[in-house]
């Protein structure tokens, strides 16, 4: 099993800025992929981000979102600037082999707001 645990949520005007972090413990050596997804009041659950060997985002957030990864802390980070109202979602942290096609652990969520 492998453990996620999300941080640096919270509430932030449009036009600004704001670090996710994640970190992994366990059993991480059965995961390539680490990342992010987001849920929006309403909607379904969306990927946002990952980062194997190679950063992949989402159309939505390309330019804005930067993830990075630290594989000695097992951690992943998601810098976002230039934040809109409509990023505004629980963010949840992922790991598995290719997050695209499906995703082994969750993270709990953290909320994001962004106010217009």
């Known amino acids: 099993q492998v453990q996620l645990v999300e941080s640096g949520g919270g509430l932030v005007q449009a036009g600004g800025s704001l670090r996710l972090s994640c970190a992994a413990s366990?059993?991480?050596?059965?995961?390539?992929?680490m990342g992010w997804f987001r849920q929006a009041p309403g909607k379904e659950r969306e990927f946002v981000a990952a980062?194997?060997?190679?950063?992949d985002y989402a159309d939505s957030v390309k330019g804005r979102f930067t993830i990075s990864r630290d594989s000695a802390k097992n951690t992943v980070y998601l810098q976002m600037n230039s934040l809109k109202p409509e990023d505004t979602a629980v963010y949840y942290c992922?790991?598995?082999?290719?997050?695209?096609?499906?995703?082994?652990?969750w993270g709990q969520g953290t909320q994001v707001t962004v106010s217009s």
């Open positions: 980062r194997n060997w190679k950063s």
């Open positions: 992922a790991a598995g082999q290719n997050l695209r096609f499906g995703v082994d652990y």
């Open positions: 366990g059993r991480t050596f059965t995961t390539t992929a």
